[in-house]
């Protein structure tokens, strides 16, 4: 099997690239492949005729998307989906792409099945829903993944909120963290394993929610990443409206998976990360 993986150097392209090593698989990033350019993005996947595609390339800057990184945004996340999906399909491999909890509006406290309507509130989540309807539109044999507060890559992407809390800890600076926003964290690790073994298994074609188990507010998941690695700073409880944030963010960015193995509670999973990080 020939796997190709696009954003090969951000959070989640590598982590798929050891998942599947033995397969050798061809990394292309922004070096190899403008993914805006609609005719490059045919003639390459094309002339390389993988049968597996993962595209991990994102825009994630939630609040500049607000503003100067709009279009950007929209190019990446939206109409350069439709361009891989279209050439995927056109040679029938299999296209496995990662969405986002934003394209929900956060009001269901009860979290979000993968049926459910999407409605984002920012701009970041409105080009992430642009994407998943440029693939269902342009892609016959795909895999849409939505996760949730990603965390743990080594890869060029932006700094997680876990490097962000152990930054301001070890410099010994008081942290402000939001108590009234809810989502799933989940591991980078373990998302690349839960995606391959979607396309191994032969699940149908379609939406999953892959996430690790459970669900945390920003500040009990800062509490948490504090006492894992006995840290004692000051962690102050702040709501959402205090931060002054470009971007509106959903209140419950929950993500139910009912379709698929239920992956290992969010607290393991950060013990695990941080312990041998």
Not at 145 to 170: H, P, Q
Not at 193 to 203: C, F, I, R, S
């Amino acid at each position: 099997m020939k796997v190709l993986i696009i954003g090969s150097k951000g959070n989640l392209g590598p982590e798929l690239g050891k998942v599947y090593k033995a397969a050798k698989p061809t990394l292309w990033d922004r070096e190899e492949l403008d993914i805006t350019d609609e005719a490059a993005v045919m003639q390459k996947i094309s002339g390389l005729k993988p049968d597996l595609i993962f595209n991990c390339a994102a825009y994630n800057a939630v609040d500049k998307a607000e503003g100067e990184g709009r279009l950007l945004a929209e190019n990446i996340n939206g109409a350069a989906v439709g361009y891989i999906a279209h050439a995927c399909n056109a040679i029938g491999a299999t296209l496995v792409h990662f969405s986002s909890n934003y394209v929900f509006d956060g009001n269901k406290s009860e979290g979000y099945n993968e049926d459910d309507l999407p409605n984002p509130l920012n701009a970041y989540g409105k080009s992430k829903l642009m994407g998943e309807i440029e693939l269902n539109k342009n892609c016959e044999k795909y895999y849409l993944v939505r996760t949730a507060w990603l965390y743990g890559g080594k890869g060029a992407g932006k700094r997680s909120f876990i490097d962000l809390m152990l930054e301001k800890a070890e410099k010994g600076e008081s942290i402000d963290a939001i108590d009234d926003e809810f989502s799933n964290p989940t591991y980078v690790v373990d998302l690349a394993q839960a995606a391959a073994a979607l396309v191994e298994q032969k699940k149908p074609f379609g939406i999953y929610h892959l996430t690790n188990s459970g669900q945390t507010s920003w500040y009990d998941w800062a509490n948490e990443i504090l006492t894992i690695k006995g840290i004692q700073v000051k962690l102050t409880q702040v709501s959402s409206d205090q931060l002054k944030r470009l971007a509106k963010r959903p209140k419950y960015g929950i993500l139910n998976n009912t379709k698929f193995i239920e992956l290992r509670p969010w607290t393991e999973a950060l013990k695990e990360f941080l312990i041998s990080n």
